[in-house]
């Protein structure tokens, strides 16, 4: 298993500034992953945090918006950028042990952009 | 589209009583899982099925597989006011990078005490 520690929990931001999101796991893990969560929607995965390298973008998702580090293999973190009213949304930290097929996840991080 | 599409959106119940959530996908996969949201928080594991099992049991949760009609269903027996959460199907995509999780949309389950 794994205990992630996830923060801040919460933030209130102003339009065109920058938030970064820390994940720190209590154990190394091969995989990391940041989902965004819509108002009243589902998971959809960001990207894939690489240790040692660039991290792995889904399709609408790009580094300049979202640039992601991971200099170890148990923390990462993701910057939301030049923020919007859009980028309102849960993001989630989220790991995958060892050999491992499920996922654990962080508590989430409640941004709201005015 | 979202890999896995969940049935209902919506579900309210007495405590007590049993819920059933459906989960649909597209592609094949080698395993499907279940989460459970509780409000504004983190994802918990519940269970995994994997593509060559049809049915699984863990405590009030039971879990069935229909490769063929690309379908699961969560069953949550007996349920109690603890369990009111939103509940995601969650299946594998392989791909380059490594196995990622598609989740689907969600059912929110109300149980009234």
């Known amino acids: 298993s794994a205990v992630i520690s996830q923060k801040p929990s919460r933030d209130i931001c102003q339009r065109g500034t920058s938030l970064t999101i820390q994940c720190q796991v209590d154990s190394q893990v091969t995989m990391m992953f940041w989902y965004r969560q819509q108002p009243g929607q589902s998971l959809t995965l960001i990207a894939t945090a690489n240790q040692g390298s660039e991290a792995t973008y889904e399709s609408g998702f790009v580094i300049d918006k979202f640039p992601i580090s991971r200099p170890n293999l148990t923390f990462s973190t993701l910057t939301v950028s030049n923020m919007s009213p859009e980028d309102s949304s849960i993001y989630l930290c989220s790991v995958e042990v060892w050999a491992g097929e499920k996922l654990f996840f962080g508590s989430g991080t409640q941004l709201s952009v005015l | 589209s979202q890999q896995g599409e969940e049935d209902p959106q919506a579900l309210s119940i007495q405590e007590g009583e049993n819920a059933t959530m459906n989960c649909s996908y597209k592609?094949?996969?080698?395993?499907l899982q279940w989460y459970r949201q509780n409000s504004g928080r983190g994802l918990v594991h519940l269970i995994l099925?994997?593509?060559?099992?049809r049915e699984k049991h863990s405590g009030r949760l039971r879990v069935t597989l229909d490769t063929s009609k690309k379908s699961s269903s969560l069953l949550i027996t007996a349920s109690r006011a603890a369990d009111t959460a939103s509940y995601f199907c969650?299946?594998?995509?392989?791909?380059?990078?490594?196995?990622?999780?598609?989740f689907g949309g969600g059912t929110r389950v109300l149980v009234k005490p």
């Open positions: 969650a299946t594998d995509v392989i791909k380059a990078a490594g196995n990622k999780l598609t």
């Open positions: 592609t094949s996969i080698n395993n």
């Open positions: 099925i994997r593509s060559n099992e």
